[in-house]
């Protein structure tokens, strides 16, 4: 186990390197000039100059990755130049909105997913199974930005049940989490409809194994058989796309926030693109790419939990 630990680990560590050296190339390679772009055109060249040299831009290409690289390792992200505060303290102010967020909707997801993927498979070839189906791959084709709209228009606007957008602050939990519910929605549709298929596939994988059929010769109902033995050798499959959207909806939740105006990661992101605030994306893109393979070694780790032939690789 410690073996497949220390494996995962370093693979965990070479894929960072790698992401961190993309990342500064991409952002590198973006046309213009953030100094430029912060005074405007009327700016001499000695100020701009003055600021590069104030924002650390005008150091060599390698000389401003290492600077960036040691600044992350210490939890120094470097300085808004838009905002002109620690990057680290916008993050530690989005990341309470982005991460709530993303549990409420991936615990949406879930309790929707299960439930319905067991039943479907539980009922293969039924009317059911072909309901959940087709329910699943209409959920899958609707994009999330679409049906978030709908949601405003339905809940916000003609009932108005819940407000169009914005986020009051946790000084008030049940305004926050209302304010929550029509984006957590949004994003949880099409999760869950992933979600409930892999978790029907597995089941109908693993109700075709041998030992299921022995345990139905022996008397077990097949409503027995999936609950007491195919549920947990089907979780494998699952835990890879519950980790897999985890790191979506954490990451990956730009538009839903920017459709309900929310002060996350994702719209951090969006306004730093915009306003040429580039040691904002780098840092906190990093930092996503970062939470994404940690949850991907932690559900390696799972699969080992749950499956102990790998634990001997």
């Not at 924002?55 to 401003?64: I, Y």
């Not at 916008?90 to 909105?97: M, Q, Y």
């Not at 999760?191 to 010769?217: C, F, K, N, P």
Request: glycine share 8%.
């Amino acid at each position: 186990m410690l073996r497949y630990i220390a494996i995962r680990a370093l693979s965990l560590s070479l894929s960072l390197v790698v992401a961190s050296v993309v990342i500064f190339a991409l952002i590198e390679v973006i046309p213009g000039d953030p100094a430029s772009f912060m005074l405007g055109l009327n700016a001499t060249e000695e100020t701009r100059a003055a600021l590069r040299a104030e924002l650390g831009l005008d150091g060599s290409k390698l000389e401003r990755y290492f600077t960036w690289i040691g600044g992350m390792l210490t939890g120094d992200f470097g300085t808004s130049y838009t905002y002109r505060v620690p990057v680290s303290e916008l993050v530690l102010d989005r990341i309470w909105l982005s991460l709530p967020l993303a549990i409420y909707a991936l615990t949406l997801s879930t309790l929707i997913a299960f439930p319905v993927g067991i039943l479907a498979a539980a009922n293969r070839g039924g009317a059911l199974d072909y309901g959940v189906m087709g329910g699943t791959q209409l959920g899958i084709a609707i994009p999330n930005f679409w049906f978030a709209m709908l949601l405003v228009l339905l809940f916000a606007v003609t009932l108005q049940w819940f407000s169009a957008g914005g986020f009051p602050g946790w000084d008030q939990p049940g305004a926050a989490i209302k304010s929550l519910t029509l984006p957590a929605i949004a994003l949880a549709l099409p999760q869950a409809s992933i979600l409930a298929r892999v978790m029907r596939s597995a089941l109908l994988e693993t109700l075709g194994q041998d030992y299921i059929r022995t345990a139905r010769a022996k008397g077990l109902s097949r409503r027995q058989a999936v609950l007491r033995h195919a549920l947990k050798n089907a979780l494998i499959p699952v835990l890879t796309i519950i980790g897999l959207q985890f790191s979506f909806l954490l990451a990956g939740a730009i538009i839903i926030e920017n459709v309900f105006f929310l002060p996350g990661l994702g719209r951090l992101i969006f306004q730093g693109i915009t306003q040429r605030d580039l040691v904002v994306v780098e840092s906190v893109t990093m930092l996503l790419v970062f939470a994404v393979i940690v949850v991907t070694f932690l559900v390696d780790i799972a699969y080992a939990l749950v499956d102990p032939r790998l634990r001997r690789r």
